[in-house]
């Protein structure tokens, strides 16, 4: 009897215990992913975060082969991808269309190379659309770490960023430095990349800079209060669609997506009936 | 005191030379406004000088501390951006509440504060970029064609206004114009700037210069003068082939 009441007892904290974690994962990523995406969304990155995160598959190529941690590799890959394309944008291609050769071809050569790794097939699944349910509290650690990184550098610059995002001349005239600010997002950008691939993986992270933050425009007036209530959106999505994933036993990377973009339509609806009135 | 200088500056675009051999200073309190054709390079030397752009050839000097106020061409705000009137007055920095609010009233624009910058009409929309860059107390207030798309009376008022809060502010003011009549009513110094300078100096002396009428050769006057200006450069040619000849 002693023993059948310690397995009940072990069992129900071991079952909140995952979900726990997957909510810590999640929230650190929302927090960060909210305010960050109002700049993607600004300055018209979308496509320059696609890139970055189908770089993350490369790294997880690089980090597998050199046994380094997932979060080292993938954050160097998605620097490298971003910094050069940065350094070529504009010479001969338009960034449109070096983005498209980057994108794609670090996704391919990423799949290309995760093939060649010894051990057997690497299930690449949990790497394109995240695997939440199985982040560790080293994960967590990491996650938040990134997320705070990313929130301290964004807070740092903010006046600057919003003054280039308006007009790199304005913000020359006042001293700041269009290219500085630029490298600080990509930096930002890259980290985020690192830590959201376990989450949602590389090609859903775009759709949590991207959703929120969309989401968040129609209810906002000024710049702070979009970057809050895509943070508070991005909450919302994850929790909402953890919960939902868990009791329909659907994929919660997708599924958590899927809920931010139920909560866009919403945002939008609810802004055109407003603006009828 | 000069604010800021220029010694022998030139820009290239790849192998296009944009401005070349450009010296001019701008001094407290004066306004310089700078004429010139489409293309002439107005834009890039505005860029040089608020140090957007560095210079291939030459150096620009800006004096310790001198802080400048800049109102763009154009200023394209994304509608994905939501920013209000006010929200876009704190982005000239750390400035207390009730300065915004005299800097609003000063450019009339207070009962527009709670508005967004993107509804705001031309004129409005100018005269929150003009409020934004004074904030700051510059030493030195630079816009580039500032009453582009205004009516002509707004035109009017806006150049009144700038008049006025220099006198008030005691900043120097730079601008490019194509409002020839207000430039030369109401400049200290102009410049006339075709890829180089061609002729400076005040108002009178840059109307009556034959390169400033040969660039923008007005009415009948205008035409006379270029026609003259031409008249005196075969006149000189013809000399020179005598020269030769004898």
Redesign the interface.
């Known amino acids: 009897m002693t023993i059948v009441m310690t397995t009940q007892t072990q069992q129900t904290p071991m079952l909140d215990d995952f979900l726990i974690r997957a909510a810590l994962a999640g929230i650190g990523l929302a927090l960060a992913a909210g305010p960050l995406g109002c700049f993607v969304v600004w300055r018209r990155m979308a496509y320059f975060g696609d890139a970055t995160a189908h770089a993350a598959i490369l790294g997880v190529a690089l980090s597998l082969a050199f046994s380094l941690s997932l979060f080292v590799g993938v954050l160097v890959a998605a620097l490298a991808m971003s910094l050069g394309v940065l350094a070529l944008a504009g010479r001969l291609y338009t960034m449109d269309t070096l983005l498209g050769v980057a994108a794609h071809g670090a996704l391919a050569l990423g799949l290309v190379a995760v093939s060649f790794l010894p051990g057997g097939r690497v299930d690449l699944m949990a790497y394109l659309f995240g695997d939440i349910l199985a982040v560790s509290q080293l994960d967590i650690a990491v996650i938040w770490i990134g997320a705070v990184v990313v929130l301290i550098l964004l807070r740092l610059r903010w006046q600057a960023l919003l003054l280039v995002t308006l007009s790199t001349d304005l913000a020359a005239a006042r001293g700041y430095d269009a290219r500085r600010e630029q490298l600080i997002l990509t930096l930002a950008l890259a980290v985020l990349v690192a830590v959201a691939i376990k989450i949602v993986g590389a090609l859903l992270i775009t759709a949590m800079l991207i959703i929120p933050a969309a989401a968040a425009r129609s209810m906002s007036r000024t710049p702070e209060s979009m970057a809050v209530i895509a943070a508070i959106v991005g909450l919302c999505s994850i929790i909402s669609g953890l919960s939902a994933s868990f009791y329909w036993n659907t994929p919660t990377g997708p599924t958590m997506i899927v809920a931010a973009i139920i909560l866009f339509v919403l945002a939008s609806l609810w802004s055109v009936v407003n603006r009828g009135r | 005191m000069n604010l800021i200088s220029t010694c022998g500056v030139g820009i290239r675009f790849g192998g296009r030379r944009i401005l070349r051999d450009i010296n001019l200073s701008i001094r407290e309190r004066e306004i310089v406004t700078i004429v010139g054709p489409n293309g002439s390079g107005k834009t890039t030397l505005l860029?040089v000088l608020?140090?957007?752009q560095s210079p291939t050839e030459g150096v620009v000097t800006r004096g310790a501390g001198v802080s400048?106020?800049?109102v763009?061409q154009r200023?394209a705000?994304?509608r994905?951006?939501?920013?209000?009137v006010s929200?876009w007055l704190r982005?000239a920095?750390a400035h207390q509440a009730s300065d915004r609010q005299r800097m609003a009233e000063r450019v009339d624009i207070v009962g527009l504060l709670g508005e967004?910058m993107t509804s705001l009409s031309g004129g409005e929309f100018q005269r929150a970029l003009l409020a934004q860059a004074l904030l700051?107390r510059p030493a030195l207030l630079?816009l580039d064609e500032p009453t582009q798309g205004l009516d002509q009376l707004a035109v009017a008022s806006f150049y009144r206004l700038i008049e006025a809060v220099r006198g008030e502010i005691g900043c120097a003011v730079l601008m490019v114009s194509h409002d020839l009549h207000v430039v030369m009513r109401s400049s200290d110094h102009v410049i006339c700037l075709n890829g180089h300078v061609c002729c400076e100096g005040t108002p009178t002396v840059v109307s009556a210069a034959p390169e400033y009428q040969a660039l923008f050769g007005f009415g009948a006057e205008g035409a006379l003068a270029l026609y003259r200006h031409e008249h005196d450069h075969r006149h000189d040619h013809a000399d020179t082939t005598d020269t030769h000849a004898g």
Request: hydrophobic share 45%; charged share 15%.
């Open positions: 860029r608020i140090g957007a400048i106020g800049y763009p200023l705000i994304d994905s951006m939501p920013l209000t929200r982005l920095g967004q700051a630079v």
